[in-house]
Structure formats: C-alpha cells, structure tokens
C-alpha cells in the first residue's frame, strides 16, 4: 500500500480532506491511500490555474510549443505502457488487455492534440463591407474542470486534458473517488513532460463535495463530465446559471441490431464484445439486442456458446476475458436488475449469478448473462444497468424495430449487423444516437467526434470539434481605408 499525495496549482501535498482509499475489485485490498481535497485545496488550484494561463508565457505560447509539451506526454506514456495499464488495472479491475488498449489510446489521444492545435486555423471571411476585412480566431477559456468516470480514467482523462491544454486553459481535474491513481499518474506525467505548474492540478474526492464546489467556482469557464446522467443534468443547471459551456457524456441502453442478411459469425461475435467487455461498465455497451426473427435462433445459439466459452478470472492473469465489477454495492445492483428481469417474466439462458469459484470469492464478479422473453418496454430495458447484462428480443418489421430501437431516453450509441450497406445506412439515418457502428462495435477514433443525444448528453469530444470547444471565439473588425464615420456630422 502506498501513500500519495495530491496535485495542486503544480504542487505536491496531502490534501486536506478525509482519508480515502483505492481499492483492488478483484480481492479489496488497498491499493493506496491518500488524502482526498477539500475546499481550500480547490481554492488553491483554481486561482494558480488562473495565474498560470494569464501568464505570457503560456497565453502568448505559440501553437508548436504546447504541441511540443503533448508530444512528450505521448512518449512518456507509451514507454510505460506495461507498468500504466497495471495501475489501471489495479484502480478498476480491467483485465490487461483492455487497459493496455486504453494506455495506448491515451498516448494517441495526446499525440492527436498535439498535431490538431498545430492545425487549427482561424478564419478570414469574404468582405461584405467597404474597406473592413474582419478576421476570426480561437482563444482558451481559462480554468475549466474536468470531471470523469471511473469505468475507463486514462482514456476519458485524457480526452479531456490533452485538448483542454491544447486550446491554452488551466485543468482542474477531479478524477471519480473510487480511481484516483490514473489521474495522479497522469499529472506526474504531464509535470514530467515540462507542463507550467499551475495549469494542472488533481483533486480526488467525492463529486458531491469537489466536484459540485469546482463546476460553481466563479472563475471555473467550463464543465466537461462524463457519467450518470442524474448528475449530468445537475452540472447543465450550474452551467446554466453560469452562463458557461458545458459537454456531458452520459448514460447510454445502447440497441444492437441484427438483420436477416448478417453474417452470424461476425454479428455474434460483435455482440459478445459489445456488451461484455470492460464487465458491460460502459456507457456505450450494446444492451439491447433486436434480432430479426429468420435468424433468432442460429444467431442465438452462437452467441450463447461465446458468452459461456468467456473467461471469468483475475484481471492481471492473461487471457482473461470478465474481470471483476467496481465495488460489491455496483455488482449488488446489477443483479437485483437480473432478479427485476426474472420477476418481469424474463428468462435467464445464461449467467445471471455470482461465480462459484472459491478463487474469485473476495472480489466483485459476475456472470456475463443473456435474458430474453421480454418486451423492450420491461424496466430492464429501459434503465441503464451498467453490467455485463444482455437483454435479446426477436423482431420482423423494420419500422417497429426503428420505433423499438428509438424508445429510449437514451441515444448514445448503435450497432448494426448487415451485408447490404445501403439498408443499414439507411437504417442508421433513422436511428436517435450519436455512434452508430456497422457491422463492428465499440472501435473509437479520436479524430471523429463523439457524443450522445437525447438524455445521453451535450457537445462532443474528440476531432477539431473536440478542440475548439475548449476554445472561444473572437471576431476582429480592421478598417482598411481613412473613411470617417459621419453619422455624429
């Protein structure tokens, strides 16, 4: 177990709220210990940020020498990638080869920002008035606060930090209180890559405290957050009342749909990884499943023996496919969802229990389970469960399945499995979700932005759209002649 402190305004120090620990989901022991921030801490790290970005030195940077500063981060990540997606692990139970995956991501995250503020141009539009040329550009907005989930901490830190330091702002970054190592990592990196002190600072802690102290502190000019939608919603009325940007990437019942003509193999395959990897903790996890009626059966049956040949084990053991789930109250939740299931007339064909295996008994697993017999109106299709938990349902006519598919409060993400790529773009046209996949699932890229719609969130991340919204826009009117305004005359 170890000791850490946080990172403040650029410095190093215990912080001066509760103790907190960082708990291993496979077995519960500690990871580390530390003390999380309390309101002076955040205080503290806001107005060095602000210090920090005023400064000439940073505001006045040129676009290659914050470049520079994201470069390094790349390489210093990609050179401790074994040792990185260990702690990950560690912090969230993620088995290696997924949180290898991510290390990497976050490297290409920072090596893309890198190159895109390099890239951004402002604009200079055609003249519509007589001797004035106007002229846009993009400035920082100053200190913002990101605040971020605990399903995948490096990727979604970084694809808020990397940009926001992009654009010249100073983060304030408040990491979920349950994986406070990746964030704390990611600050030693930053610092090592030459970053000005000040215009990082970590502050682990609960979001009902830091959180909701650092999306009202006056000088904080945006709100990123990614998770619960209940909370997203109450940072849109902070935002709100602040008149400040805000991006909320929140929770998602993602459908998936296999038409008559997919290749089973693939669709099942796609499925399978769609929904149980990462344990199902994702927003984007493809929980619903609209299979057309013609290949209910087959494409059922193969994805049942891929679910069961998945391998549920400790997450640092290679091959392992299920690691465990957060916390014992997440893994408790999710299967009073299946009991919801079976009490609203579902029947479990696989999973649905904790494992028997001694071995696994001190940590948080569960059973990757398929329910079907439901209609998509059943609680469990409708409520976000954040678990490794399938819901199938057959279905013959495409406009009910559009209708089906579009009941949701949702609209995250989609998954369509077909060989006639005309009918599933089409049928993607009618879909309500910000990411639709064909015949893939859960494959990112950091140039293309992502984000949801409906209850599923506001803004986007990633690609030049992902930059610019860390940036505000100023517009400069230049007289070009010596014509003097008579309207005084």
Same mark, same amino acid.
């Given at each position: 177990?170890?000791?850490?402190? =946080? ?20 077995? +519960? ?24 970005? /005023? ?126 190592? #990746? ?37 904080? /000019?945006? =709100? ?46 796609? =499925? ?27 494409? #059922? ?6 679910? /069961? ?173 010596? +014509? ?6």
């Amino acid at each position: 177990m170890e000791s850490l402190d =946080i990172f403040v305004g650029g410095e190093w120090r215990r912080g001066g709220g509760n103790l907190m620990h960082s708990r291993f989901p496979a077995d +519960g022991s500690v990871n580390a210990e530390l003390y999380a921030a309390d309101l002076a801490d955040l205080e503290t790290a806001v107005e060095r940020g602000e210090a920090a970005w /005023r400064d000439p030195a940073w505001r006045n940077s040129l676009p290659h020498q914050r470049a520079r500063i994201l470069s390094r981060v790349a390489e210093i990540i990609e050179s401790r990638v074994d040792t990185l997606a260990e702690l990950q692990t560690r912090d969230n139970g993620k088995p290696l080869a997924e949180t290898r995956g991510l290390v990497m991501s976050a490297a290409g995250t920072a090596r893309y920002f890198a190159a895109a503020c390099e890239l951004l141009e402002g604009e200079l539009p055609t003249p519509r008035i007589p001797e004035v040329m106007t002229l846009s550009h993009y400035e920082p907005l100053g200190v913002v606060a990101a605040i971020t989930p605990w399903n995948s901490p490096i990727a979604s830190e970084m694809q808020k930090v990397a940009p926001a330091i992009a654009a010249g702002n100073a983060v304030v970054l408040k990491p979920a209180e349950a994986t406070p190592l #990746m964030a704390l990592e990611l600050a030693r990196i930053f610092e090592q890559a030459g970053l000005p002190a000040g215009l990082l600072s970590v502050l682990p802690g609960k979001g009902s405290i830091i959180g909701d102290a650092l999306a009202r502190h006056p000088k904080v /000019r945006k =709100i990123s957050f990614t998770g619960g939608t209940s909370t997203g919603r109450h940072l849109a009325h902070v935002a709100a009342e602040k008149l400040i940007s805000t991006s909320l990437e929140l929770g998602g019942k993602s459908p998936t749909i296999v038409l008559e003509d997919a290749d089973i193999e693939q669709a099942a395959r796609g =499925i399978c990884y769609g929904i149980f990897s990462s344990g199902g903790q994702a927003c984007i996890a493809g929980a619903r499943l609209f299979v057309h009626s013609s290949v209910y059966q087959p494409l #059922m049956t193969r994805l049942l023996e891929l679910t /069961r040949g998945l391998r549920i084990g400790h997450p640092l053991t290679p091959g392992t496919h299920i690691g465990p789930l957060i916390s014992p109250q997440h893994r408790d939740k999710v299967m009073s969802y299946v009991q919801m299931a079976r009490d609203e007339g579902g029947e479990v064909l696989c999973g649905g229990e904790i494992p028997a295996d001694p071995q696994l008994a001190a940590g948080n697993w569960f059973q990757p389970t398929i329910i079907e017999g439901l209609e998509n109106t059943a609680q469990v299709c409708q409520e976000e469960i954040f678990g490794p938990v399938l819901v199938a349902m057959a279905f013959d006519d495409e406009q009910q399945l559009i209708a089906e598919a579009n009941d949701s409060v949702y609209g995250l993400a989609a998954g369509i499995w077909s060989r006639d790529t005309g009918r599933a773009l089409r049928l993607a046209q009618a879909l309500e979700a910000g990411t639709i996949w064909i015949n893939t699932y859960k494959v990112f890229s950091i140039s293309t932005p992502f984000g949801g719609f409906k209850e599923s969130g506001l803004g986007r991340e990633k690609g030049i759209q992902g930059l610019k919204a860390w940036m505000q826009q100023k517009s400069i009117y230049l007289a070009t002649g010596n +014509g003097v305004n008579h309207w005084c005359d």
